[in-house]
C-alpha cells in the first residue's frame, strides 16, 4: 500500500514514504503472516485459491465503483451518486448483454453509467447544485429508472422476468492448465508459506475472465493518467484550487465535466461487471450497496488509486469470506485484528498517548476474549466489516488522511476573479 | 409586479411549480421514449383517489413527514444526515423489542417503548455527531458507514429476537399487546381503513420543530450556525455542542419514523417493515424548503403519488416504479428551479432599487 504523508501544505506533493519494494516486501510480510494464522488457526479456507479468485471477483466491482468515486473528488465533485449509476450499469449489461452480446453489455454498462455521471454532472457543475442533494437524487432515479425499465424490457422474456433478466452469455475467461494443476497439487500439501503461494498464483491463472484484466488495466491507467499526464495535472488541480486553476487558463468547468463522466463510466462497467462476471444475470438489487463500499473503499485509500486497491482487496476479501459461509474463517482474523489493535496501543504508548493506548490496549483484549469464547462469528455481523472497518480508519487517521482541498465545494466559473 | 410583497410570493410559489411541472414533463419523456401510454398513466395518476385512497395517503404522509422532519432538523444546522435511514431502522427495531415484552401496562408500555426509540435514534446519530466534533470526520461519510452497519445489526438482533409467528416464515420481533396499540380514526364510515392515530405524534414533532427553531434561543443559535459559522464562533455559541445537540435532535425525531407503523399497522419490527423512509425524507424536506408546512405539502405528494401510481400495472401494464423517476427528478428540479428563482428575485429587486433611486436624482445629488 502507497501511504502518503499528506502535508497541510495543499498542492498534492506528498512524497512516498515507501518504495515500491519495500511495498512488495509488505505483501510478502501480509502472506507469512496469513499463512501462519492459517496453520494457527487451522481455518484452511482463509487463503484457498477458491477464496482468493473470488475475492478477486468481489473486489474488482468495489475498486471500480472506488475509482470512479476518484476521478470526481479529485476534479472536486463529491460522487455519492456511484451507487445509482451503478445500477444503471447494471441493468445496461443485462440488456445489451442479453439482446447484442456480452462485449455490447460491456458498453452499455459503461454508456448507462456514464448517462447517470452526465446528469450528475449537469446538476452539480452546470447548476451548481449540492453534490450530496444531487447524488442522493440520482441514487432515487436510478433506482426507480432500472426497476421501471427492466420491467418493460424482461417481462415475457423466457428465462427473465421483471426484476431480472435471462442468463447473459458469458465473457471469455482464460485458464493456463499448465500452471493451474501443478499449483494446485503444491496447495494441497499445506506448507508454510508454499501453499499459500501457490493458492495466489493458481487464483491467477484459472478461469480469470478478460473483463477481470482489463478491469486491473484500468486501475494502472487511471493512475498514469492522474498522476503522470498534464492532462492529470490539471484535472486534479480542478479538485484542489479550482480559481488558482483557472486563473492558470484551464477550463475548470470542462475538466469537472468529463471527470464525472468517466466516473459515472466507472461506476456503471462496476455495475456491468457484477451482471456479466460475478454472476451471469442481471438482477434488481444486485449492487446491495456496492456502490458505497467503493466510496468507502476510496476514502480507505485516502483519495489514492494504490490505496483504493488496497481498500477494495480487503473489502473483497470479507465480503467472499462471508459468502463462503466463512463465519469459521473470519472467526480466525479475529486474532489478527486483537493482535494489530494491541500493536496499535503499544504505538500510541510511545507516542505518548495514554488515552488512546488504553482504548487500543482495552478493544484488543476485548476481541481476544471475543476471540476466545466463540468459536464462529454470526454471518449478520461479517456484512458489517467494510463500514466498520471505514468508520474505525476515519476515527483514528483522520488527520492523515487528505481529501482533494475543494472537493464537495460548488464552482461558479469566474470566481478566480 | 409593482407590489414587492406580492412578487416575493408569487416567487415563492412559482418555484415548486415550476420545479413540477418540470419533473412532469421529464417523466412524461421517459414514458413517451420507452413507448408507454404517456396519457392513461397522467390521467390514473392526477384522478381524484377513492376514500381508502385518502386514508393510504394520510398514512404514508404521516410516516414520510417525521423522517423529512428529522432531515430538516440537520439541515439547519448545515448538517447533511443521511443516516435517518439507519437510525429509524435500530430505533423502530428497540421499541419492537420493548413493546412486545410489554413490561408497563397499556400505553404506559407505548410510551416507553417511543422513549426508547427516541433514545436509540438519537444514540445511533450521536455517533456520527461525536466523530464529527472530536476526528472532523465527515456525517455524510460516518452516516452513509452507520446505515450499512445499521443494516447488518438488525438483521442480527432480529434473528436473535425474533419470535415464530404461526403460520408464516416471516421473521420478527414479539407483537405489540393488544393493550398497547393505538387506534386508528376512522374517517369513512364505509370503509374499514382507518387514519394512523399517531399522525397526532407528527403534528406536534412539527409544531414542536417551529417552534423550537423559530421561538427559542435555542433555534436562533441553531439556525445562526446554520448560517455562518465563524458569526456563531464570534458570537459565543458553542458550535461543537450545537453538532452534537442537533445530530441527538435529528436522531432523535428519525426514531419516531417508525412508531406509526409499528403502533398502527405492523405491531412488530420483521423483515417486512418498510425500508428506505430515510432517503424519501431527504428529497420531502428539500422539496418543503425545511418548513413544517412545506415538509407537509411535500410529503402528501410524495405519498399521493405512491398510492395513484398504484393501480397502474394493473390497468395500463406500466410499472409503478415510473414515479419513482418523477419523485428523485422532483429532488434535482425543485434545487434548481429555487437557485434559479432566487438569482432572478435577486435580479428584480436590483432593477426596481435602481429605477427607484433614478426617479430621485436630486436626492443623490444633495447626499453627495
Redesign the interface.
Known amino acids: 500500500m502507497t501511504v502518503v504523508s499528506g502535508g497541510v501544505t495543499g498542492v498534492p506533493t506528498a512524497t512516498r514514504k515507501y518504495s515500491y519494494a519495500k511495498v512488495l516486501l509488505g505483501l510478502a510480510a501480509l502472506l507469512v503472516l496469513i499463512s501462519a494464522l492459517r496453520i494457527i488457526t487451522g481455518a484452511d479456507d482463509l487463503d484457498s485459491s477458491g477464496t482468493l479468485r473470488a475475492t478477486l471477483v468481489a473486489a474488482v466491482p468495489i475498486g471500480l465503483a472506488g475509482l470512479g468515486g476518484l476521478w470526481s473528488e479529485r476534479a472536486g465533485v ?1 460522487n ?1 451518486g456511484l451507487e445509482g449509476m451503478m445500477i444503471l450499469g447494471t441493468f445496461g449489461a443485462g440488456y445489451f448483454g442479453y439482446f447484442y452480446g456480452p462485449w455490447q453489455g460491456v458498453v452499455g454498462a459503461i454508456a448507462l453509467g456514464a448517462a447517470g455521471g452526465l ?1 450528475h454532472a449537469v ?1 452539480t457543475v452546470s ?4 453534490h ?3 447524488g ?10 432500472v ?3 427492466a ?2 424490457a424482461f417481462t415475457g422474456v423466457a428465462g427473465g422476468g ?1 426484476t431480472q433478466s435471462p442468463t447473459i452469455p458469458s465473457l471469455p475467461s482464460i485458464t493456463i492448465d499448465a500452471f493451474s494443476d501443478p499449483l494446485g497439487d503444491l496447495e494441497q500439501k499445506n506448507w508454510f508459506v508454499v501453499s499459500d503461494l501457490a493458492a495466489l498464483l493458481r487464483a491467477l491463472v484459472t478461469n480469470l475472465s478478460l473483463l477481470t484484466i482489463i478491469c486491473l488495466l484500468l486501475f494502472v491507467l487511471t493512475w498514469w493518467l492522474l498522476w503522470k499526464t498534464s492532462f492529470g495535472l490539471r484535472l486534479r488541480s480542478c479538485g484542489e484550487s479550482p480559481a488558482a486553476a483557472e486563473s492558470l487558463g484551464i477550463n475548470v468547468i470542462r475538466y469537472k465535466f468529463v471527470a464525472v463522466v468517466i466516473s459515472g463510466g466507472f461506476a456503471g462497467l462496476a455495475g456491468g461487471f457484477l451482471a456479466l462476471v460475478a454472476s451471469s444475470t442481471f438482477r434488481d438489487g444486485q449492487t446491495g ?1 456496492r456502490g ?2 467503493g ?2 473503499a476510496m ?1 480507505f485509500g485516502n483519495w489514492r488509486p494504490g490505496g483504493l486497491l488496497a481498500g477494495a482487496g480487503l473489502f473483497g476479501y470479507t465480503d467472499t469470506l462471508r459468502l463462503r459461509g466463512g463465519g469459521e474463517t473470519i472467526h480466525g482474523l479475529l486474532l489478527l485484528v486483537a493482535v494489530g489493535i494491541v500493536l496499535y496501543g503499544v504505538w500510541q504508548y510511545r507516542q505518548t498517548r495514554q488515552l488512546a493506548s488504553l482504548i487500543g490496549a482495552l478493544l484488543g483484549v476485548v476481541v481476544a476474549i471475543w476471540y476466545f469464547s466463540t468459536d464462529s462469528i ?1 454471518e ?2 461479517t ?2 466489516t ?3 472497518t ?2 474505525l480508519v ?2 483514528l487517521f ?2 492523515r488522511l487528505r481529501m482533494p482541498a475543494a472537493d464537495g465545494k460548488p464552482y461558479r466559473k469566474g470566481s478566480a476573479g | 409586479v409593482k407590489n414587492p410583497r406580492m412578487t416575493k410570493i408569487a416567487l415563492a410559489i412559482g418555484a415548486p411549480v415550476l420545479a413540477l411541472v418540470a419533473a412532469f414533463l421529464i417523466t412524461s419523456l ?1 414514458l413517451v421514449l ?1 413507448g ?1 401510454d404517456v396519457g392513461g398513466v397522467w390521467s390514473q395518476i392526477l384522478s381524484l383517489p377513492n376514500n381508502r385512497g385518502y386514508i393510504n395517503i394520510i398514512n404514508a404522509a404521516t410516516v414520510y413527514y417525521l423522517s423529512a422532519i428529522a432531515v430538516a432538523i440537520g439541515f439547519r444546522m448545515n448538517l ?1 444526515n ?1 443516516g435517518v435511514d439507519g437510525q429509524y431502522r435500530v430505533a423502530a427495531f428497540a421499541a419492537a423489542v420493548v413493546a412486545g415484552e410489554g413490561w408497563l401496562p397499556g400505553y404506559f408500555n407505548t410510551a416507553l417503548a417511543m422513549l426508547a426509540a427516541v433514545l436509540v435514534g438519537a444514540a445511533w446519530a450521536g455517533i456520527a455527531g461525536l ?1 464529527r466534533v472530536t ?3 465527515s456525517e ?3 452516516t ?3 446505515n ?2 445499521a ?3 438488525v ?2 438482533l432480529l ?1 436473535k429476537a425474533a419470535v415464530d409467528a404461526p403460520g408464516s416464515n416471516i421473521t420478527q420481533t414479539k407483537p405489540v399487546p393488544e393493550g398497547s396499540r393505538v387506534g386508528g380514526i376512522s374517517l369513512f364510515g364505509d370503509v374499514p381503513a382507518t387514519v394512523y392515530g399517531l399522525v397526532f405524534l407528527a403534528a406536534a414533532v412539527g409544531f414542536a420543530y417551529w417552534f423550537v427553531i423559530n421561538k427559542t434561543r435555542f433555534g436562533f443559535d441553531l439556525r445562526a450556525t446554520g448560517s455562518s459559522e465563524t458569526a456563531a464562533v464570534a458570537s459565543g455559541i458553542n458550535v461543537k455542542r450545537m453538532i452534537v445537540i442537533s445530530m441527538l435532535l435529528s436522531g432523535g425525531a428519525a426514531g419516531l419514523v417508525g412508531m406509526p407503523l409499528l403502533f398502527g399497522n405492523d405491531y412488530a419490527y420483521g423483515s417486512t417493515f418498510q425500508s428506505g423512509l430515510g ?1 424519501a425524507g ?2 420531502i424536506a ?1 422539496l418543503g424548503r425545511n418548513h413544517p408546512i412545506g415538509i407537509a405539502l411535500g410529503a402528501l405528494l410524495f405519498a399521493f403519488l405512491d398510492e395513484q401510481s398504484n393501480p397502474l400495472q394493473i390497468l395500463l401494464d406500466v ?1 409503478p ?5 418523477t ?3 422532483i ?2 428540479t425543485v ?2 428551479a429555487y ?1 434559479v428563482v432566487r438569482r432572478y428575485g435577486i435580479r428584480l429587486e436590483q432593477r426596481r432599487v435602481a429605477s427607484a433611486l433614478d426617479d430621485e436624482p436630486a436626492m443623490e445629488g444633495a447626499k453627495a
Not at chain 1, 447548476?127 to 449540492?130: A, K, M, N, Q, R
Not at chain 1, 442522493?136 to 429508472?145: C, D, K, P, T
Open positions: 463529491v455519492i446528469l446538476a447548476f451548481g447544485v449540492d450530496i442533494v444531487s442522493v437524487a440520482i441514487n432515487i432515479i436510478a433506482l426507480g429508472a426497476q421501471y425499465l420491467a418493460l421483471a450497496g458505497y463500499i466510496l468507502a476514502i454470526p449478520d455481523l456484512g458489517m467494510p463500514y466498520l471505514t468508520l476515519l476515527a483522520s488527520q | 421517459v420507452a408507454d447533511f443521511i466523530l476526528r472532523g470526520v455524510v461519510i460516518s452513509i458507514m452507520l450499512a452497519i443494516t447488518a445489526l438483521a442480527y434473528r432517503f431527504i428529497a428539500l410499472s416504479d415510473i414515479v419513482k423517476i419523485q428523485g427528478t429532488v434535482l434545487v434548481i437557485e
